[in-house]
Structures are given as structure tokens and as C-alpha cells.
């Protein structure tokens, strides 16, 4: 089954039938722009598709038979990976019913074809990627989607866990990120204490817009102490309540708007 339940099917010409080699994952696009690219995409000079757009309110367009047919959205990468156009602009974050959205089609791809729940940041992994990745080989787009909806793609796949039903939800521990904050500041530049649980509260800030993407590395280091401290801020916290150490009502409040759960 290459249609997906509940996305409008609009076939276009700008398809190579029966083309694909693999399928890797999916790899996430903006349009930088705002309406249907249907017209665009079924005019053969535009040389461009999609498998998929998700339009600011949450409803799917479908283009092709995904997973035999590939859409021409990332030059070399359209072999192996499906392709999901975003609307609207890469500074701006994907709407909640753009991530639902999206979470619906990589959890059909997770059925349908095994896609891994994975972020990766690559153009050979299995998983979910993006398509500035893939360089010049992948028609040079390095600012696709932006970093702002690259980092919404951890927030996608709990929410497409979640809808498969799986029981793999991320929960992160206050002990251990306090602990992180507390450790990597002072020591080396890039030392982890507790990497896979710092990089997801750094992936939330991330997507928060308090922390720039270069920093997003495992280290809970001094410019995500500062970056913690700014998102205790807009929360409403001052004072030493704002000092950048997670406490559990803020990261438990993080969580629930990043797909992660808080355990002691
Ligand atoms: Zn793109």
C-alpha cells in the first residue's frame, strides 16, 4: 500500500515510476512559501515534487506511490528516501497540527516500510533527516528546512511512537540533567556526564529558539545553562528559580511540549 489512509491523493507527472531503491526514511522539507505546490509540482519544466506536503492546518497532500514511485525533492537522496514538504517559512516553527501530521505519515512509513524512529543527521542513515544534509549532491538546499523545524523532528517521532502505540517514550532524569548541569560547565569543552538525556532537553531548547543548534551536543554545558535559564524566564521564573538548573515543574513542563517524560 504505497496511498496513505487519510492524505489526499493528487498524482503528478514530475515522478519517477517504479524508481525507488530503498527505503531509508524520510527526509523533512520547508516550502518557504504557503499554499498547494501541486500546480508546480505537475508542470514538468518546475523539475520538482514531493511524496507529501502538510499544509499549516494539519491536512496532507500525497503526490506519488511513496515507497515505489520517487518524488523529485532532493536530487540524489530520492532513490532511498521518501520527502515531506512543510508550508509556510524555515524561521517559523511547524504549527502542533503540522507535527501531528507529519507524525501520521512517519508512523504509516514505520508500518508500511520500517522506517526507523530514529533522528539522523545524515544522507545514508535510516531514519528521519532533513534535506540540507545532503549538500551540494542533494541540490545544495542547506538552509531546508531550517534549524528550528530540524529540531521539531525529536518532538514528530515521540508523537509518531505514541500513535504506533509504542512503549519507547523518552523520559529523561531531573537527577541526571541536574547533575549534567552542574558537571560540564566546569569541565572540558563538548564533556558529557549524561549525554542521551542532556541532548534531549538541548533538542527541546533547541526547538524552543533559546539555543542555537551548534550547541546541541550532549554537553550541558554554560551556553545551555544560559539557554535553560532564558526558557525559565518565559516561564515566569526569577531570581535564583531562574538560574538555569532544570527544576521538575520546568523540565516536566518542557517535556509535555517536546514529547519527553520526567522521572526523579
Ligand atoms: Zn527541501
Not at 228 to 253: E, F, N, V, W
Request: proline share 5%; net charge negative; hydrophobic share 40%.
Amino acid at each position: 500500500m504505497a496511498r496513505m489512509p487519510g492524505a489526499t491523493y493528487r498524482s503528478v507527472v514530475n515522478v519517477h515510476r517504479d524508481g525507488v531503491l530503498e527505503r531509508r526514511g524520510l527526509v523533512l522539507h520547508v516550502q518557504d512559501d504557503t499554499g498547494s505546490p501541486y500546480g508546480w509540482f505537475n508542470t514538468p519544466s518546475s523539475r520538482a515534487s514531493s511524496d507529501f506536503w502538510v499544509r499549516l492546518d494539519g491536512r496532507i497532500e500525497q503526490y506519488c506511490e511513496t515507497g515505489v514511485d520517487y518524488a523529485w525533492a532532493q536530487g540524489a537522496g530520492n532513490p532511498y528516501y521518501a520527502s515531506v514538504e512543510t508550508e509556510g517559512h524555515p524561521d517559523t516553527p511547524l504549527t502542533p497540527e503540522q507535527v501531528e501530521a507529519v507524525a501520521h505519515i512517519y508512523a504509516w512509513g514505520h508500518s508500511q516500510f520500517g522506517w526507523p524512529l530514529a533522528v539522523v543527521n545524515s544522507a545514508t542513515a535510516h531514519g528521519f533527516t532533513y534535506h540540507g544534509v545532503g549538500a551540494a549532491a542533494w541540490g545544495n538546499h542547506t538552509g531546508c528546512p531550517g534549524d528550528v523545524r530540524k529540531a521539531q523532528r525529536t518532538a514528530i517521532l515521540a508523537r509518531a511512537s505514541a500513535i504506533l502505540g509504542l512503549s519507547t517514550k523518552v523520559s529523561v532524569s531531573l537527577a541526571h540533567v541536574v547533575d549534567a548541569a552542574r558537571r560540564d560547565p566546569a569541565a572540558a569543552q563538548g564533556h558529557t556526564t549524561h549525554r542521551a538525556e542532556a541532548l534531549v532537553v538541548e533538542q527541546a531548547l533547541g526547538a524552543e529558539g533559546v539555543l542555537s543548534p551548534q550547541w546541541i551536543d550532549g554537553s550541558f554545558g554554560s551556553r545551555t545553562v544560559t539557554a535553560y535559564a532564558a526558557l525559565q524566564r518565559r516561564y515566569g521564573y526569577t531570581g535564583d528559580d531562574a538560574d538555569g538548573i532544570p527544576g521538575h515543574s520546568s523540565l516536566s513542563r518542557l517535556g509535555a511540549a517536546h514529547g519527553f517524560t520526567v522521572t526523579a
